[in-house]
């Protein structure tokens, strides 16, 4: 689960927005709060939902997060002329020049007895006044337990990198000695075998996000390949997709797979026709629904993290606020995931706590901030969010007229 997540000079966000998910020690004892894997004193949200208008930066602050995972995950394979691609700064004569931060605390297996820890990670970019910076300013990994951090990963331009004993490297190894200034250090390790990295990468890739490049991963006319691979090749996750199908009641029976000489065509059965209907006949709503499924069941059997921008899109809202309470039921949601996203509708707050809430502005210098429902002085548990919020309350509603 993640725990807080900082930013700075990244795109839209140029002063530092610092986000802090636990939930404060005097909030009620819900069962939608799940205790922290890693210190069971510390509670946190198992959806965070974040609201605002068009181009507040809503999206930015979970691509902050997403950029830096696949950071690490990719960098040491990605070839961009020695360019760091997506990491963009504020572009401003000072944001083009300063730093840019993203850091993250979350929960992560750690060590050999797979046990959760609470993990922090940090990346600074040096932008050298260009669009995309070149090269990695510092990168650092440390393992937290009764406020005592201890640094696994401490990489910093000039100096040499330590890495902690879980790596088994020399201080002066030369996979240390060649990892790229544009490239992770965890990434540089994993790609040369590194047992404790490769373990570092598996948990990274549990966390499952529609977010990819730069652009959310919309549903294309014919389902891409891996996603119809993935279903072909887990029944069982088919069954349970077949079965949201009919219990959403959309009109659909079942989906299933025709193998053709050339290809795998996805057709949906419907009740009352005598004939299924191809991918790309369906609406929107049920090839986005069909896309994200595998994702959000994933991550709840796990209980790993998933990343939703614009979780309602084409879905009806209902459908929206049934996906959220899975992740707000014990009985769906086992593992303790966690649902972050982002939403243009503010009918979703009727099912969120404060805690789980966060609202999003852009200012007239065009800056994203950001604040948690928790924090507004004089909101009440018992006030109604929704009503509130449409009112301009709140704040981070779009300015029309």
């Given at each position: 689960?993640?725990?807080?997540?900082?930013?700075?000079?990244?795109?839209?966000?140029?002063?530092?927005?610092?986000?802090?998910?636990?939930?404060?020690?005097?909030?009620?004892?819900?069962?939608?709060?799940?205790?922290?894997?890693?210190?069971?004193?510390?509670?946190?949200?198992?959806?965070?939902g974040f609201f605002g208008a068009n181009a507040s930066g809503k999206t930015n602050i979970l691509r902050a997060l997403t950029d830096a995972l696949n950071f690490i995950k990719y960098s040491v394979t990605s070839h961009n002329n020695n360019e760091i691609r997506f990491f963009n700064p504020f572009f401003s004569p000072e944001g083009l020049n300063h730093p840019t931060l993203i850091s993250a605390q979350f929960d992560a297996p750690f060590g050999t007895d797979?046990?959760?820890?609470?993990?922090?990670?940090?990346?600074?970019?040096?932008?050298?006044?260009?669009?995309?910076?070149?090269?990695?300013?510092?990168?650092?990994?440390?393992?937290?337990?009764?406020?005592?951090?201890?640094?696994?990963?401490?990489?910093?331009?000039?100096?040499?990198?330590?890495?902690?004993?879980?790596?088994?490297?020399?201080?002066?190894?030369?996979?240390?000695?060649?990892?790229?200034?544009?490239?992770?250090?965890?990434?540089?390790?994993?790609?040369?075998?590194?047992?404790?990295?490769?373990?570092?990468?598996?948990?990274?890739?549990?966390?499952?996000?529609?977010?990819?490049?730069?652009?959310?991963?919309?549903?294309?006319?014919?389902?891409?390949?891996?996603?119809?691979?993935?279903?072909?090749?887990?029944?069982?996750?088919?069954?349970?997709?077949?079965?949201?199908?009919?219990?959403?009641?959309?009109?659909?029976?079942?989906?299933?797979?025709?193998?053709?000489?050339?290809?795998?065509?996805?057709?949906?059965?419907?009740?009352?026709?005598?004939?299924?209907?191809?991918?790309?006949?369906?609406?929107?709503?049920?090839?986005?629904?069909?896309?994200?499924?595998?994702?959000?069941?994933?991550?709840?059997?796990?209980?790993?993290?998933?990343?939703?921008?614009?979780?309602?899109?084409?879905?009806?809202?209902?459908?929206?606020?049934?996906?959220?309470?899975?992740?707000?039921?014990?009985?769906?949601?086992?593992?303790?995931?966690?649902?972050?996203?982002?939403?243009?509708?503010?009918?979703?707050?009727?099912?969120?706590?404060?805690?789980?809430?966060?609202?999003?502005?852009?200012?007239?210098?065009?800056?994203?901030?950001?604040?948690?429902?928790?924090?507004?002085?004089?909101?009440?548990?018992?006030?109604?969010?929704?009503?509130?919020?449409?009112?301009?309350?709140?704040?981070?509603?779009?300015?029309?007229?």
């Open positions: 689960m993640i725990h807080e997540i900082r930013i700075a000079n990244y795109r839209s966000i140029r002063d530092e927005l610092h986000l802090d998910f636990r939930v404060p020690a005097d909030a009620p004892e819900l069962l939608r709060f799940r205790p922290s894997p890693a210190d069971p004193n510390v509670k946190l949200p198992s959806v965070i797979g046990k959760s820890s609470l993990m922090e990670y940090s990346l600074e970019f040096d932008n050298q006044g260009k669009t995309f910076p070149t090269q990695v300013l510092s990168e650092s990994l440390f393992h937290i337990t009764e406020g005592e951090r201890k640094t696994i990963i401490d990489r910093r331009v000039g100096s040499p990198t330590f890495t902690s004993s879980e790596f088994s490297l020399r201080q002066d190894s030369e996979i240390l000695a060649a990892a790229r200034p544009e490239c992770s250090v965890i990434s540089t390790l994993a790609h040369w075998n590194n047992t404790f990295a490769k373990q570092l990468l598996q948990w990274i890739g549990g966390l499952q996000t529609n977010q990819v490049g730069h652009h959310r991963n919309g549903v294309p006319a014919s389902m891409a390949e891996e996603w119809i691979r993935y279903y072909v090749d887990n029944p069982e996750q088919l069954e349970r997709l077949n079965h949201e199908l009919q219990t959403i009641d959309v009109g659909i029976s079942h989906l299933e797979f025709i193998q053709s000489p050339q290809k795998i065509f996805p057709v949906f059965t419907h009740k009352g026709l005598n004939r299924p209907l191809l991918f790309e006949d369906e609406s929107s709503g049920t090839r986005q629904f069909t896309h994200l499924f595998p994702q959000l069941d994933y991550v709840l059997s796990c209980g790993s993290v998933a990343v939703i921008d614009e979780l309602d899109s084409d879905l009806h809202p209902e459908l929206t606020q049934e996906i959220i309470r899975w992740f707000q039921s014990d009985e769906r949601n086992p593992h303790g995931a966690q649902l972050l996203f982002t939403s243009n509708n503010p009918v979703h707050l009727n099912e969120l706590e404060l805690e789980k809430v966060f609202f999003v502005e852009k200012d007239q210098t065009g800056n994203t901030t950001a604040f948690g429902a928790k924090d507004i002085e004089g909101l009440s548990r018992e006030d109604n969010l929704f009503r509130h919020y449409l009112s301009g309350a709140l704040g981070a509603l779009p300015r029309i007229g």
